[in-house]
């Protein structure tokens, strides 16, 4: 297994290039301050920074660490090993196994900071991956819950097999989003799902679907019949985050295609985005959408690592967008067909996270008009058909209309069926039923049995409800929903998936050295990224501001870490420090006043803190 370390130290990137694309002399060699875990346990897998205080949580096998912001040790928590098989499910401390046990190791899965409850949540991959709460102030165990189902996050034994995402609130419970790959065992784990985070660390209801019962779950499982068509598939989390209403994970996937001119299919990987409403309990709100790069003809599909910025003054202008606006930077590699053992030529790239958005919603739109399928082979296994919410309308309608003495005048141009027996204006579009006055949606009489214009056309979709069994209704209730920005799905058409892909806006690529981690963030009001690659060189790249053409010129330098890691970066903060990891030490020092956390990993591609 590869090892990795976590260390803070400055770069000497002598040809690292400043925000305003001047060469910056080298900083004079100064000693580090560095800390290096147990020999023992092997790897350190995530590591956390609490913004508030500024302390270094790091979840290593069998331990986790608190550490000041000068790499002192103030808290050691152990975690394993611990007797354990794989096979055991449910784990041993739940029941009897008949599974050999043997001395198993605890590998760090996710580790979060829940700031609202001031507690560290720490998940392993011993028991089918159950987690500790840990205060953050010492890191005593506040709970740990492992006897139902739902306590069981994920039974992969790899660091980064699990990713997790924390939607606050102020007046309720948290949520945490889980997303994993399940290594062949969906009937045990939801690729993906919603849980309660509770204030009690001991409730009964932590890590309880956010919704459940006999027919849907705040989750969704891989199918079973998907592994009949692709044996191995899974889903590989990649990168999640937050925005807005809602919850975005960045993944592979496995799947089956048809080159140009062949009858037979072969299996290769696309990388996609998922995303889902914060507040969607039934998960009809999940749509995934392709993303990809190409520069000069050349394909990069494979999605080695993510982060999520602010544009920033001189990019926004660049990019026809707000300074505030979400920019999603992303590192792709060459083609689609390796996963595991990816090309050496790789491409950072943009996606305006707002671009993104309004693919989906086009496609949104045009599902609910009937058009096309719901395009996710994976999870519904043969081509279902977009449903039109105007055809339902009609269906239901026509289902609910009861006799009435007569067509009622509506003042509008088109068809308002109005069975009342007296004249009713109606203030917009809607259907009248019933012994009640009828409605039209404008100026001037109409009577006629449709619902009016195709509203989806506008983006619009009526929905009906009614308010009493068939045989009895003398109304019924009729809501305007808009498929706008903050759309959330109906139980139709749901899960969605967009066939076209987004393509993201290449800044540079690297054909002899495959980039495998970026972070990016605004300083002074550049946009500034920073790459780590496969041989370990930290390539940082900085938005020009006087560019010739004024669109997005990246100018890049590079500086050189002894060893083949794989940096994952954050910046931003005001404490001017690069903090980087790699090997099995850690160091923290300054570099060139802007400030950066890097963390290297070999075992890992991603690890934002």
């Known amino acids: 297994m590869w090892k990795w370390t976590c260390l803070v130290s400055h770069l000497l990137l002598s040809t690292t290039v400043s925000p ?42 069998n331990r986790i660490y608190k550490l000041s912001s000068d790499l002192k040790v103030l808290v050691t928590h152990e975690t394993g090993p611990d007797d354990d098989n794989p096979k055991c499910y449910p784990p041993r401390i739940v029941q009897t196994c008949n599974e050999p046990l043997t001395p198993t190791n605890n590998i760090n899965k996710m580790l979060l900071i829940d700031y609202k409850e001031n507690r560290l949540i720490a998940c392993g991959s011993l028991y089918q991956g159950i987690c500790k709460l ?14 139902k189902k739902e306590h069981y996050l994920s039974g992969v034994n790899e660091s980064g097999s699990v990713f997790g995402v924390i939607v606050s609130y102020s007046n309720m419970d948290d949520k945490l989003f889980i997303a994993t790959a399940v290594d062949g065992k969906p009937e045990y784990f939801p690729t993906i799902s ?10 009964d209801g932590m890590f309880a679907y956010v919704f459940h019962d006999e027919f849907v779950a705040s989750m969704i499982k891989i199918p ?9 598939f899974d889903i590989y989390y990649i990168y999640g985050f937050s925005s807005g209403n809602f919850v975005y994970f960045l993944t592979l996937q496995p799947e089956m295609i048809s080159p140009p001119g062949s009858t037979t299919k072969e299996q290769v990987y696309t990388s996609k985005l998922v995303r889902l409403c914060k507040e ?21 599909r494979l999605l080695q690592a993510a982060y999520l910025s602010k544009a920033g003054a001189i990019l926004a202008r660049s990019l026809g967008v707000g300074p505030e606006d979400d920019i999603l930077f992303t590192v792709f590699s060459k083609g689609q067909k390796r996963k595991m053992k990816s090309l050496d030529e790789s491409a950072l790239c943009i996606f305006v996270l707002k671009n993104i958005n309004d693919r989906i919603k086009d496609r949104l739109q045009s599902c609910y008009r009937g058009e096309g399928t719901l395009d996710l082979a994976w999870l519904k296994v043969k081509d279902i ?18 006799p009435g003495p007569g067509p009622g005048p509506g003042p509008g141009p088109g068809p308002g069926p109005g069975p009342g027996p007296g004249p009713g204006p109606g203030p917009g579009p809607g259907l009248g039923l019933g012994p009640g006055p009828g409605s039209g949606p404008g100026p001037g009489p109409g009577p006629g049995p449709g619902p009016g214009p195709d509203f989806l056309s506008l983006g619009l979709v009526l929905r009906v409800s009614a308010t009493a069994a068939p045989e009895n209704i003398s109304a019924a209730v009729f809501q ?27 800044i540079f690529t690297e ?22 690659t496969k041989s370990g060189k930290l390539k940082k790249a900085a938005q020009s501001k006087n560019s010739a053409d004024n669109h997005n010129k990246f100018r890049k330098g590079s500086g050189v870490w002894p060893g083949a890691v794989e940096p994952a970066l954050r910046g931003g903060d005001e404490r001017n420090e690069l903090i980087e990891a790699g090997g099995e030490k850690m160091w923290r020092d300054q570099y060139n006043k802007q400030a950066v956390e890097v963390v290297w990993s070999m075992e890992q591609p991603l690890m934002v803190i």
């Open 224 to 232: 079973s019949d998907t592994f009949t068509i692709i044996p191995d």
């Open 194 to 203: 919603s849980r309660k985070l509770t204030k009690n660390s001991e409730a």
């Open 511 to 532: 054909d002899g050295d495959r980039m495998t981690s970026v972070i990016a963030y605004v300083y002074k009001n550049h946009s500034l990224a920073f790459v780590g």
């Open 134 to 147: 840990l205060r953050l102030d010492d890191l005593f165990k506040l709970g740990e819950p492992f006897h």
């Open 385 to 402: 058909p977009c449903s039109s919410a105007i055809t339902n309308l009609k269906a239901q309608t026509k289902e609910l209309r009861l």
């Open 480 to 506: 305007l929903l808009t498929i706008d920005d903050n759309f959330c799905g109906l139980d139709m058409n749901a899960p969605l998936g967009v066939s076209s892909m987004v393509r993201g806006l290449p």
């Open 20 to 61: 305003l694309g001047r060469q910056q002399p080298p900083h004079p060699k100064r000693p580090f301050i560095t800390f290096t875990g147990e020999q023992a346990e092997g790897n350190f897998n995530h590591l956390v920074v609490d913004e508030r205080t500024g302390h270094i949580y790091l979840g290593a096998v």
């Open 280 to 300: 969607d309990t039934a998960f009809n709100s999940y749509v995934e959408v392709p993303i990809g790069c190409e520069k000069n003809g050349v394909e990069y």
